[in-house]
């Protein structure tokens, strides 16, 4: 049983740092990718960074240089480092896994969300 939660969410100023956690739990199969969407009042859900199969980060063009996606494998914890942040990133951050990008398919498992706000 995979579960994906979600820590570490809230407001910052504009220019600020903010990291959030995801704690996945039951997840075996790494031939899938890993990482972050976020979703914005009135917008469609987008993906924000991910880890492909092979380890390798990737990132969506509007968060590029300001964030990274470490992963700490000991604790089977995946991180959102967001730096500089803008008042365009506040959203509900989810973690997602067990997805693909090259075709691209919907992730299977989800997190409950954790909101960041950017003011």
């Known amino acids: 049983h995979v579960q994906l939660v979600e820590s570490g969410g809230g407001s910052v100023q504009a220019g600020g740092s903010l990291r959030i956690s995801c704690t996945a739990s039951?997840?075996?199969?790494?031939?899938?990718?890993m990482g972050w969407f976020r979703q914005a009042p009135g917008k469609a859900r987008e993906g924000v960074a991910h880890l492909d199969k092979n380890g390798g980060s990737n990132y969506a063009d509007s968060v590029k240089g300001r964030f990274t996606i470490p992963l700490d494998t000991s604790k089977s914890v995946l991180y959102l480092q967001m730096n500089n942040l803008k008042a365009e990133d506040t959203a509900m951050y989810y973690c997602a896994a067990d997805f693909g990008v090259d075709p691209p398919t919907l992730p299977t498992y989800w997190g409950q969300g954790t909101q960041v706000t950017v003011s």
């Open positions: 039951g997840v075996t199969d790494r031939r899938h990718c």
